[in-house]
């Protein structure tokens, strides 16, 4: 895809899921095509005050450690008591999941914190997990002190996986904490983002031009300055203004 197999033309961007190879292959293609993002082993982040419901959060975290053995399945709560509830709900839906090898193998990479409600959310914040699973009588106020994630789910109505069967743009979200600088795979994953600049001869210009020069001779790149300064003062050579008219079709 990336470098092209005649009559198949090269591609300009590789883009979606995959696993730790089709990682790889990103990385290796990074500059020579454009990629969405390096995506790692699934997240997901439980956050919950003392009204959570521990077999649905249970559940939202086995959902979660099925997937990999490196998955990361993390508790994050105001509340230690509900730590117990969770634990125990986790072993007796263990004990009938027929993936309950690899979600075991998942949970002992997982995590559980217990924090004031302040220092909860900073966790999260501090985390950018790739889904963020908000539960209890809290989640609605949550939701506006929360900006690093990949995908939120907020209210235990409604569950993670609903994200990765339909319900959501996409499910290639990022992982590793680069939700701090970006999101998932979207429209803009296939955009350029180019930029242009216009001035016309007059004042405008002619300021633009001396801060450019000034700039350049502080970094001692008198070329950069000389070329910004033949353009103060200077007339436009074009006859009027330019046709913005677009092209008649033919």
């Known amino acids: 895809m990336a470098y092209g197999a005649p009559p198949v033309p090269r591609c300009d ?3 979606g899921p995959g696993n730790q190879w089709v990682t790889a292959a990103k990385l290796l293609l990074s500059g020579v ?3 969405d993002l390096l995506a790692g082993p699934s997240e997901l982040a439980v956050l919950s005050d003392e009204e959570g419901d521990p077999a649905l959060i249970a559940a939202d975290l086995l959902a979660q450690a099925e997937h990999d053995p490196v998955a990361l399945p993390v508790l994050i709560t105001t509340d230690a008591l509900l730590v117990e509830r969770v634990e125990e709900e986790l072993a007796r839906q263990l004990a009938d999941l027929p993936t309950a090898e690899t979600a075991i193998a998942a949970l002992r990479n997982g995590f559980v914190v217990v924090a004031t409600e302040e220092d909860a959310l900073r966790c999260c914040q501090e985390l950018a997990p790739e889904h963020l699973q908000m ?3 809290r989640a609605d106020a949550w939701e506006r002190f929360l900006d690093r994630f990949g995908a939120v789910f907020v209210t235990e ?4 996986v609903f ?5 959501g743009p996409n499910h290639t979200l990022p992982t590793g904490g680069t939700a701090r600088f970006t999101g998932g795979l979207s429209v803009f994953s296939f955009m350029r983002r180019p930029t242009w600049l216009r001035l016309e001869a007059g004042l405008a210009l002619d300021r633009v031009a001396r801060d450019a020069a000034a700039l350049a001779r502080m970094e001692g790149l008198e070329g950069h ?3 910004a300064e033949a353009r103060v003062g200077r007339a436009d050579s074009r006859h009027g ?3 913005r008219r677009l092209p008649r079709k033919r």
Not at 157 to 160: G, M, N, P
Not at 163 to 167: K, L, S, V
Request: glycine share 16%; hydrophobic share 40%.
């Open 163 to 167: 994200g990765d069967y339909g319900a």
């Open 241 to 243: 203004r330019p046709d």
């Open 225 to 227: 300055a000389r070329a």
């Open 13 to 15: 961007v590789v883009a």
């Open 135 to 137: 539960h209890g009588s």
């Open 33 to 35: 095509v454009g990629i």
């Open 157 to 160: 109505s409604v569950a993670e």
